[in-house]
């Protein structure tokens, strides 16, 4: 669907305005349907985004301010995130034994398969996609994005 029928609006200042508009209307459509999708295991995309990036270093513990340097959302109060999992037995937290400053995050084997769990009722949405855009379009839509932030 175009964006202009999306939101019912056929006019844009410029090509400029109307790809923004388009990148924030097709973000929230993918935060609404991850949304979706994991309500089912009672956690939010922004919950989900945190289990990744502590999976993503599995076995090895992760601190708090590497994880949110990677946070696709920076604006979350990571401190609440990792309350809410840690209250639901999916993290572990306890101090660095080098760095006695420094918290050291973990998974559970409840968070572990928690985080598989979910990966796996988020991949069919992420594979329809092939069938709206080819290989070759995501790549080049993918650039796209990296230069915008460059």
């Known amino acids: 669907m175009k964006i202009e029928d999306a939101i019912k609006q056929s006019r844009f200042s410029d090509n400029y305005q109307k790809v923004i508009v388009n990148l924030l209307y097709t973000g929230n459509w993918i935060r609404d349907e991850q949304t979706r999708l994991l309500k089912q295991f009672d956690i939010l995309p ?6 990744r990036i502590i999976k993503g270093r599995y076995p090895e513990p992760i601190s708090p ?5 990677v ?5 979350n109060d990571l401190t609440r995130l990792l309350d809410k999992l840690e209250r639901k037995g999916l993290i572990r937290r306890g101090l660095c034994p080098v760095n006695r400053r420094k918290m050291d995050i973990t998974l559970t084997s409840k968070g572990i398969k928690l985080t598989e769990e979910t990966t796996g009722s988020i991949e069919p949405f992420a594979k329809s996609l092939k069938g709206r855009i080819s290989v070759k ?8 994005l ?4 460059e």
């Open 46 to 51: 922004q919950h989900f985004n945190v289990l």
């Open 71 to 75: 946070l696709i959302d920076k604006s």
């Open 65 to 69: 301010g590497e994880i949110k340097e």
């Open 146 to 149: 990296d230069k915008m932030r």
């Open 137 to 144: 379009e995501a790549e080049t839509l993918s650039k796209l």
